[in-house]
């Protein structure tokens, strides 16, 4: 998938492998960012990045594909390796995905893949907060981005990371606990208050956002 830069961004679709060309500098960043993270979408798994022939002369440019890597690791069942050495690591679990529609039933689907999921690998006492944050991740969809939505999940170790991602630009910001006396605006608090960790990683069209749940903070809850 070449882009219209300096450097190129070479894949072939059923290769683990993407390799990069030519010059990268600052100016280009953001273009060979948006090729890996489409890439990395669309087929979860490794994805190992070959930089042997590519020049970086600006280490603002390295910065940002380091940068690349860190915006991924918290997506389900995603790892993005620069220049790796040795044999690849094992890939991470099969993800569980599913296409929903910007519909108020979508939280309902949502919830009857996350508890699957859970019983499937292990993890039921992450069944209820994973479905109290996947339902507010899809309601914001349906409410705002008013796109189709393709959710995904898998896990990693004790826990399990969500994404739900789709096609508008607009970023969820949290600006902490609502009001008492406002109406709506606390879905983000309680991805918060479940989550270890949650975010939004930008794509060309659109965003993943994402979280991370951990059965020993559940496990601490309960106790």
């Given at each position: 998938m070449p882009t219209?830069?300096?450097?190129?961004?070479?894949?072939?679709?059923?290769?683990?492998?993407?390799?990069?060309?030519?010059?990268?500098?600052?100016?280009?960043?953001?273009t060979v960012r948006?090729?890996?993270?489409?890439?990395?979408?669309?087929?979860?798994?490794v994805l190992l990045v070959d930089l042997s022939g590519v020049r970086i002369p600006d280490p603002v440019a390295?910065?940002?594909?380091?940068?690349?890597c860190r915006?991924?690791?918290?997506?389900?069942?995603?790892?993005?390796?620069?220049?790796?050495?040795?044999?690849?690591p094992d890939a991470p679990p099969e993800p569980l995905d599913a296409e929903l529609p910007p519909v108020a039933e979508a939280a309902r689907e949502a919830?009857?893949?996350?508890?699957?999921?859970?019983?499937?690998?292990?993890?039921?006492?992450?069944?209820?907060?994973?479905?109290?944050?996947?339902?507010?991740?899809?309601?914001n969809v349906v409410a705002h981005a008013v796109t189709p939505m393709t959710l995904r999940l898998a896990p990693r170790g004790g826990a399990l990371h969500v994404a739900v991602r789709d096609h508008s630009t607009g970023r969820p910001t949290y600006g902490g606990p609502?009001?008492?006396?406002?109406?709506?605006g606390r879905g983000l608090l309680l991805i918060d208050t479940v989550a270890r960790r949650w975010g939004s990683t930008a794509?060309?069209?659109?965003?993943?956002?994402?979280?991370v749940l951990y059965a020993e903070d559940e496990a601490a809850y309960r106790n």
């Open positions: 219209d830069a300096r450097c190129l961004v070479e894949t072939d679709e059923s290769s683990p492998t993407v390799r990069l060309t030519g010059v990268l500098d600052s100016s280009e960043v953001e948006d090729a890996l993270l489409a890439r990395l979408w669309r087929h979860p798994g390295r910065d940002a594909l380091d940068e690349v915006a991924v690791d918290d997506w389900p069942a995603a790892r993005l390796l620069l220049d790796p050495h040795g044999p690849p919830r009857v893949l996350v508890t699957g999921g859970c019983a499937r690998w292990g993890l039921p006492e992450l069944t209820e907060p994973a479905c109290i944050a996947v339902t507010e991740m899809v309601n609502a009001p008492v006396d406002s109406v709506g794509l060309p069209d659109g965003k993943v956002v994402w979280c």
